[in-house]
C-alpha cells in the first residue's frame, strides 16, 4: 500500500490527492506557468480540477495572494481549457 500525496486547494482550501488538482507555478524569473508534470521548478499552488473553482479563484484572486503575484488571462483560459477537456 502506497501513500498517496495529499495537496489542498488554494480556493476550497479541501485537500485532494495530488492527481486530482493542476499545479499551478510561479518560476525563479516570476512568470506564472501551468505545470502538467508537478516538478517544475519554483512556488506552486494547487487548483481543484472544476470549472466552477477556476473562476471562483479568478474572482477572488486566490491564485494570485497564493502566488504572491498577478496572474495572467492566459494562465485561467488554459485552466479552464484544461478541465473542459475532461
Known sequence: MRKIPMRKCVVTQERF????LIR?????????VVDLTGKKNGHGAYVQK???TI???????ALAK???TEIP???YDEL???VREK
Open 50 to 52: 472544476s470549472e466552477e
Open 17 to 20: 490527492p495530488k492527481k486530482e
Open 24 to 32: 499551478v507555478v510561479r518560476t525563479p524569473e516570476s512568470e506564472v
Open 66 to 68: 497564493a502566488l504572491e
Open 55 to 61: 473562476l471562483k479563484a479568478k474572482k477572488n484572486k
Open 73 to 75: 488571462e492566459s494562465v
Open 80 to 82: 479552464l481549457e484544461l
